[in-house]
Each structure stands twice: as C-alpha cells, then as structure tokens.
C-alpha cells in the first residue's frame, strides 16, 4: 500500500480497509476521488480434470 495505508480510509493493513468498506458507502466520499486509466490483460484458461465414472 502506498506510505503504508489507504488514501480514503487510513487503513493500515488489507483487512482494515475491509472492514471500513463493509461499513462505509463509496458515495460518502465521491469528491475525494479521481478518475484513473489502466489496462487489464485478462487471458481465460480452462483446466480438464479425468473423473472416474464412478
């Protein structure tokens, strides 16, 4: 995490940060954000496992 915590909700671990969003709306808090651009490589996979038929 960016000097150690969230921007929004001074968390200081991934689990605090849960835990602010499971009781805090993205709209509280609309004016302090700012649009970003990024790009996303998704690439699908699929996986085939034999299975007895029994």
Known sequence: M???KS???KAKSY???GE???TH???EYW????PIKFEIDI???VT???LDNE
Do not use: V
């Open 25 to 27: 709306d993205l709209t």
């Open 15 to 17: 689990k605090e940060i």
């Open 48 to 50: 085939y496992y034999a």
């Open 7 to 9: 921007s929004i909700s």
């Open 2 to 4: 960016n000097k150690h």
């Open 31 to 34: 004016d302090q954000t700012k």
């Open 20 to 22: 602010f969003w499971d």
């Open 43 to 45: 690439q699908s996979e």
